[in-house]
């Protein structure tokens, strides 16, 4: 039986799956592998079913030879040299779709926290801040009527976008390319970076990281947003220049932001946690059971179809 690696416990729904096709070791370690504890148990494998932490280059993969497959448990790949694994005829997959409405569900839950001053609002009256409802009391900003600017309006952009407009707010996004299909149903209109910059209410990132997006958002961009604006990252952390959104914060050039994901994770920059206008979540977007399970089985039918012989449903290269 071809042997697989998996570098972090996944539900068990997926483990299962797995174990019907292939002689399976699930790392006992409850933390991320490293490269070389990777390399070290990868021997002999034909398939590493990874995580979003594991960083899988061409060195990594030239250490294990027997590789054939790298099964990410992500819809994000950023983590894999695609073209490293190309060049060695590995197959790479990810898990799309199954995480798109639970993702965009908490990029509501990010929106509504840091334009309602939900997380603030809690820590005050924790700390016995609450002393009585007043006109000027902790005032945030309302959606209704407001425009949510989305930067990359794919799967999960969408998934954002039409439970935005239930909460009255008009879209717009900027993309490479206009999406006619997605402004006949949202209701939307592609606009330029600096449109999108100048004229949101409210900016949700939702783009994956590439060459093109990585530090897209920096003082420059923040300078040229609303005073009052809120920005909101659930796609990648380096998207964002932490040290130009801590200065946006604190310079009042923005309003507040909510993170769920972090240029250089699991870190924080300590500017952004001495912040009062920041939400930050710790990588949570698809942490629901039902949506960790999803993605658990879809990843090892990736893994099945290919140690059958046939093509995995989710193949990137
Ligand atoms: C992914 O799968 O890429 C997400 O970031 C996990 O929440």
């Given at each position: ?78 983590n ?24 965009a569900?908490?990029?509501l ?15 005050l ?9 007043h ?12 425009t ?42 592609w ?127």
């Amino acid at each position: 039986m071809k042997k697989v690696l998996v570098t972090r416990r996944i539900p068990e729904e997926g483990i299962e799956l797995l174990r019907s096709a292939a002689e399976v070791t699930v790392s006992e370690l409850d933390r991320d592998l490293s490269g070389q504890e990777i390399v070290e148990m990868g021997q002999g494998c034909t398939v590493l079913l990874t995580m979003l932490s594991n960083r899988i280059d061409g060195e990594l993969l030239d250490a294990v030879p027997t590789v054939r497959m790298v099964a990410n448990y992500a819809v994000g790949y950023d983590n894999i040299d695609l073209e490293a694994a190309r060049r060695r005829s590995v197959v790479v997959t990810n898990t799309p779709g199954v995480l798109t409405e639970t993702t965009a569900e908490l990029t509501l839950a990010l929106i509504l926290d840091a334009a309602r001053r939900v997380s603030e609002g809690d820590r005050l009256a924790r700390s016995g801040g609450f002393t009585g409802i007043h006109p000027l009391f902790m005032l945030g900003m309302g959606l209704d009527g407001k425009t949510l600017g989305i930067y990359g309006l794919g799967r999960i952009g969408r998934a954002v976008a039409r439970r935005a407009r239930a909460f009255g707010m008009h879209i717009i996004y900027h993309n490479r390319h206009a999406n006619s299909e997605a402004d006949a149903e949202l209701d939307a209109r592609w606009v330029s970076f600096d449109e999108l910059l100048s004229t949101s209410d409210v900016i949700s990132i939702n783009a994956p990281l590439t060459r093109h997006t990585r530090g897209a958002f920096d003082l420059a961009a923040f300078g040229r947003m609303r005073p009052g604006a809120v920005v909101v990252n659930t796609g990648r952390g380096p998207i964002i220049v932490e040290d130009d959104l801590a200065d946006a914060l604190e310079r009042g050039f923005i309003a507040a932001a909510g993170l769920d994901v972090y240029q250089d994770e699991p870190a924080i920059n300590p500017r952004l946690l001495a912040l009062d206008n920041v939400v930050l979540c710790p990588h949570l977007g698809s942490a629901t059971r039902e949506c960790r399970a999803a993605m658990a089985v879809m990843v090892a039918q990736n893994v099945t179809a290919f140690l059958a012989g046939e093509e995995p449903p989710n193949r990137l290269v």
